[in-house]
């Protein structure tokens, strides 16, 4: 069992920053691989950003629309994964969720919800124009 807690999210004017935290517990961190999705009103949760590591260090990937604007990482000393969103636009309004898969996994499977074995609550982002 993997717990996930999500917190950061809130109200925002575009151009703005905020950051989401992940707090996990129940299995080593870095032993399974964790994501952001977000879900709008009416749409199905999408991929923005996922983290694994490997003996190599860590592998961050993302969503070509966050690319450039968005920073995920992790702290194994907090058991937390973060996601620092920077120049947010007013399409990024969305319920943010964190998720967490077990291995085994490959960086093309992150991309996917129905990959994901735990998720936490959730929480909004929104960005005004």
């Known amino acids: 069992q993997v717990q996930l807690v999500e917190s950061g999210g809130g109200l925002v004017q575009a151009g703005g920053s905020l950051r989401l935290s992940c707090t996990t517990s129940?299995?080593?961190?870095?032993?399974?691989?964790l994501a952001w999705f977000r879900q709008a009103p009416g749409k199905e949760r999408v991929f923005v950003s996922a983290i694994s590591w490997s003996g190599s260090g860590a592998t961050p990937t993302y969503t070509d629309s966050v690319k450039g604007r968005f920073t995920i990482s992790g702290d194994n000393a907090k058991n937390a994964v973060y996601l620092q969103m920077n120049s947010l636009k007013p399409e990024d309004t969305a319920f943010y969720y964190c998720?967490?898969?077990?291995?085994?996994?490959?960086?093309?499977?992150?991309?996917?919800?129905?990959?994901?074995?735990?998720w936490g609550q959730g929480t909004q982002v929104t960005v005004s124009s």
């Open positions: 129940g299995r080593t961190f870095g032993s399974f691989g």
């Open positions: 998720g967490a898969m077990l291995p085994p996994f490959n960086i093309a499977a992150m991309e996917w919800a129905q990959n994901y074995d735990y």
